[in-house]
């Protein structure tokens, strides 16, 4: 009787083990997850999906620059997935434009990545010199999830040219 | 003798650290009714191995 109610323990834990890597696998694994990387200048950032929530995500650029970014959808399913990409660019609280509209549509265990950027020289307003700082809201919507992505854009120094004088003969 | 319980020793500690990676790597993917469960198995897991070894007479 002893030696049943021993085993009986050791199929418990088993059981316990096996529910752990179930949770793991089918709530941590399985399900459709996604990431920006973002190019701008020297600057690179991976925002993963565990992150968009924590923090607070931006990047900086100088007027004329591009900022280049690469969204990727992640299907870890058994079933296909289809969504719509919907980037858009705000100020204030207007929208300033529509980057992107596009649909992915992904199998089963397969990525999708979606790419734009953002040309600066394109958004200047005209009331605002480029030696001014500015800043942009990118929206970024799919499948009722929103993510915020801030762009700063810095002012652009011009390269003082210094020409040399001739000297007097 | 002695040799193959260090090489035994060695096995386990690879195999706790592997196992305690992935869990480190994908804890943070998981919901927090997931992280719960989790939890909860793994305080049943361990009373129930230490039943299994007071009954072994450890």
Not at chain 1, 42 to 47: A, F, L, P, V, Y
Not at chain 1, 86 to 96: F, Y
Not at chain 2, 11 to 40: M, P, Q, R
Request: charged share 25%; aromatic share 16%.
């Amino acid at each position: 009787m002893t030696v049943k109610h021993r085993d009986l323990y050791l199929y418990l834990a088993l059981v316990c083990f096996l529910g752990i890597i179930l949770i793991f696998i089918f709530d941590g694994y399985m399900g459709v997850y996604d990431n920006l990387t973002v190019r701008a200048g020297e600057d690179e950032q991976k925002i993963e999906d565990q992150n968009w929530e924590r923090d607070y995500w931006s990047t900086a650029v100088e007027w004329g620059e591009k900022a280049y970014f690469y969204y990727e959808v992640d299907n870890r399913r058994f079933s296909s997935y289809k969504a719509d990409v919907e980037v858009s660019l705000w100020h204030s609280q207007e929208k300033v434009s529509d980057i992107l509209v596009q649909t992915v549509s992904i199998d089963s265990f397969d990525k999708e990545q979606v790419e734009w950027v953002v040309d600066t020289a394109e958004l200047l307003p005209d009331d605002v010199s480029p030696e001014q700082g500015y800043e942009y809201t990118m929206y970024l919507k799919r499948d009722g999830i929103e993510r915020k992505f801030v762009v700063h854009v810095r002012s652009s120094k011009m390269p003082v040219i210094i020409e040399p004088v001739p000297l007097p003969r | 003798m002695k040799l193959e319980y260090i090489l035994y020793g060695f096995g386990i500690l690879f195999c706790i650290a592997g196992v305690g990676y992935l869990a480190a790597e994908y804890v943070k993917y998981l919901s927090d009714v997931g992280k719960l469960g989790s939890l909860l198995l793994t305080v049943g897991l361990f009373a129930f191995l230490g039943k299994y070894f007071e009954g072994l007479g450890w």
